[in-house]
């Protein structure tokens, strides 16, 4: 019998908010484990980038869109909407770092957090609709 992994609040979270990134087509989004690093300030850091102003407040509207949708929560602290290089929502046990490419290349903040475990999210994979086979014969 197969066990069950449950998953704790902030990882539920964290998948979340990254289905709001990968629906406005965030880029090279990672999710950044931080729950076996001492002294962590979250649970989770999620990093993407977009590659404009506009695509990177677009962004953070989604995930705020979609945690408030699925969960009722609202982001505790928000940042960075000034200029839009460097967006940072924070949920607590999850916080969110949207970058523009060039601040995320300067920052480079999953080399800050190297030794923790950093898992890809890339979109999942499209279903394919199943045709509706005929029989010779058969007529439509």
């Not at 629906?23 to 990672?30: D, F, I, L, T």
């Not at 999953?110 to 609709?129: M, Q």
Request: charged share 35%; hydrophobic share 40%; glycine share 4%.
């Amino acid at each position: 019998m197969a066990v069950k992994k449950v998953k704790s609040a902030s990882e539920m979270l964290a998948g979340i908010i990254v289905e709001g990134i990968l629906e406005k087509k965030g880029e090279s989004a990672v999710k950044i484990d931080l729950r076996t690093m001492k002294n962590a300030v979250a649970d989770f850091f999620i990093v993407c980038h977009g590659t404009s102003r506009a695509q990177v407040e677009a962004i953070s509207d989604s995930v705020q869109m979609e945690v408030k949708k699925a969960v009722g929560q609202n982001v505790w602290k928000k940042e960075g909407f000034e200029n839009a290089e460097w967006i940072l929502l924070d949920y607590f046990d999850v916080v969110v770092h949207i970058f523009q490419e060039e601040a995320r290349k300067f920052y480079r903040l999953e080399d800050l957090w190297a030794d923790a475990e950093i898992t890809e999210c890339k979109p999942a994979p499209p279903v394919k609709k199943r045709t509706k086979k005929t029989t010779e014969g058969d007529t439509e």
